[in-house]
């Protein structure tokens, strides 16, 4: 039987990768209220389709156990950049979220690091 952990562990991963996998797309597609948001900010139209194509590889690959912590790595440097936008530009009401999900990205890189077998060989 799976453990409540783990289930819970890929509840949280699943939901994310959603959450990304769609972000990404609106942002690949030029949703009119993504192209708003980074105009809002001067960004260039390519840095939206980048940052697009990095969240929804980004949500792929944290259901890809071999990828999941690269990742997790690359979703939080997305995640560190929304942060700091939102900051310098004084947006201090939801800055909260991407910074949760920078720790959440760094707690999931973290823990699902390979787990290195120990090397029970004796040298002769």
């Known amino acids: 039987m799976i453990g409540l952990r783990i289930?819970?562990?890929w509840v949280?991963?699943?939901g994310l990768c959603l959450m990304f996998l769609s972000s990404g797309i609106y942002k690949l597609?030029?949703?009119p209220e993504s192209t708003?948001?980074?105009q809002a900010f001067g960004f260039p139209h390519?840095?939206?389709v980048v940052i697009g194509l990095g969240e929804v590889l980004g949500g792929l690959g944290l259901l890809m156990k071999k990828y999941t912590r690269y990742a997790a790595y690359a979703l939080a440097?997305?995640?560190l950049?929304?942060?700091i936008t939102l900051l310098l530009h004084g947006d201090t009401t939801t800055v909260a979220i991407p910074f949760v999900l920078l720790l959440v990205f760094?707690?999931?890189g973290r823990q699902s690091g390979s787990k290195k077998q120990p090397n029970h060989a004796t040298s002769v």
């Open 77 to 79: 440097v997305i995640m």
């Open 106 to 108: 760094l707690l999931i």
């Open 29 to 31: 597609i030029g949703h």
């Open 81 to 83: 950049g929304a942060t």
């Open 12 to 14: 949280l991963i699943v």
């Open 7 to 9: 289930f819970a562990k």
């Open 46 to 48: 390519w840095f939206q």
């Open 36 to 38: 708003l948001a980074f």
